[in-house]
């Protein structure tokens, strides 16, 4: 199938709504007709961990769609990234999932593991469609469409779904739509500029994210400092004391600490390159 194609049609198709700049766009699009066929439901998944503004920008989005938006949510993830947990054999660990930098005893920098994309994103909309859907376990022919909002600058995060019964559709790319594209259009049509999607302490952003996010919402930006101390104090509780430091910011500095001036003009592009790491296309759209 060419890359601007359509996937084969499905009964059941359901929009991957982040509430960024692109999922947005392309929801709208579904409501003025130029998107087809009418998804059944849009799916946000919540992290409870995004600033203010997407939960305003969301709510706003709910009443300009003549569907339904479903928000599911695996749980408080900034509250599970810092539980101090007990295994079976009786030591005490903390799950790495957010993946923030490191730097050892050798000064080489460094990044756990992520897991919150999957486990915050990805699964709980699956879920959510596989209900809605009424898709039987163990099914493993193609039923539903996933809708995701990746445009067409974003293309190498494009990866298809995992379940055997359900499908992804890029509808943006279809279209040949880039970001400023999809920005664009929103100005055309007379709709308010989406906010960024992503966790408040996501260590993906650069320098010229948190510092909008320290200046628009300040509160906000306290939540990530006051998580970075405390994903920190777990580690090191679980781990003994032995763990190394844990950094939200790429420069492996304290994030109350950065001085968010010196890369202020390196431009934007590079925070949505680096969530194609392993991303799923579900984070930051």
Not at 73 to 80: A, I, N
Not at 160 to 181: C, F, H
Not at 191 to 207: H, I, L, N, Q, T
């Amino acid at each position: 199938m060419n890359l601007f194609d359509s996937p084969p049609s499905t009964k059941w198709n359901f929009l991957s709504l982040g509430a960024g700049v692109q999922s947005s766009t392309l929801a709208l699009m579904t409501a003025q007709g130029e998107v087809k066929p009418m998804p059944d439901a849009a799916i946000f998944a919540d992290t409870q961990a995004e600033p203010t503004k997407v939960y305003d920008y969301l709510e706003w989005l709910k009443q300009e769609l003549p569907y339904e938006v479903h928000i599911v949510t695996k749980g408080d993830l900034k509250k599970d990234s810092v539980k101090i947990r007990t295994a079976k054999k009786g030591h005490q660990y903390v799950e790495s999932m957010v993946p923030a930098f490191t730097v050892d005893r050798k000064g080489k920098k460094g990044m756990i593991q992520r897991q919150c994309t999957k486990n915050y994103k990805v699964v709980p909309v699956s879920r959510k469609i596989r209900q809605l859907a009424e898709v039987a376990r163990g099914t493993k022919t193609v039923m539903a469409t996933q809708w995701i909002g990746i445009s067409l600058d974003e293309v190498q995060r494009m990866k298809d779904s995992r379940e055997k019964w359900l499908q992804s559709r890029w509808p943006l790319i279809e279209k040949g739509m880039t970001r400023q594209d999809c920005l664009s259009w929103m100005k055309k049509h007379g709709y308010p500029e989406p906010p960024r999607s992503a966790c408040v302490f996501c260590p993906y952003m650069k320098d010229p994210q948190w510092k909008k996010l320290q200046e628009s919402e300040p509160e906000s930006f306290e939540v990530a400092v006051e998580f970075e101390k405390e994903y920190n104090t777990a580690k090191k509780t679980a781990g003994g004391g032995t763990m190394e430091n844990l950094f939200l910011h790429s420069s492996c500095v304290p994030l109350d600490q950065v001085d968010l001036s010196t890369d202020f003009d390196h431009g934007q592009l590079a925070l949505w390159q680096d969530f194609n790491n392993d991303c799923d296309g579900m984070c930051g759209v």
